[in-house]
């Protein structure tokens, strides 16, 4: 058997082997999403990549057996674009990252208390800001846990695609 990092790469590739395609998640707007993967190894993250479907991306995970994957929040024209500024920015997701250790007197020593007071944060964020005062509606939000501190909000509606980074600072501040 491997031993170090090899045998947990063993471990996720048969894992990743395993499943069928239509059980993994994807983001909405796939095509043009920029992908990162994370190996086991100590070489550089693998980036700019893009997929044209899901079957591409499976088979690119199978393949490189990746520790972590992330996608950005940003949609591209051509994600596969080494230079930024190559790959036709069409827009973002608004994401609200909430934290519950960043709250005064909130430790992770109690991961209960803390998953708890920052689920009301989210609950209040949605609720008495977001829906009411922006008129954001739920059908475009996704809630999802972030695995370890608290919760992402991710608004996904296609009029705020377009917002700049001082009207979404704006809305921050707002809140």
Known sequence: MSSGWA????????YYGR????????????RTREW??????QRPPERHRGFRNVN???SHVIRKVPKS????????????QRKMKDKGLLGADLIFDLDGDHLPGVTDG???TMISVIQDQAYQLWYDFLE???GFKSEYLQVTFSGHRGFHLHYRAPDIWGLDSNARREIVSHI
């Open 7 to 14: 045998r947990y790469a063993f471990k996720f590739g048969e």
């Open 110 to 112: 109690d991961f209960p």
């Open 36 to 41: 990162m993967f994370d190996g086991f190894d």
């Open 132 to 134: 009411p005062e922006f």
């Open 19 to 30: 499943q069928d395609v239509e059980s993994y998640w994807v983001p909405p707007r796939l």
């Open 56 to 58: 591409d991306l499976v």
């Open 69 to 80: 994957c992330f996608y950005s929040t940003a949609y591209y024209r051509d994600p596969n």
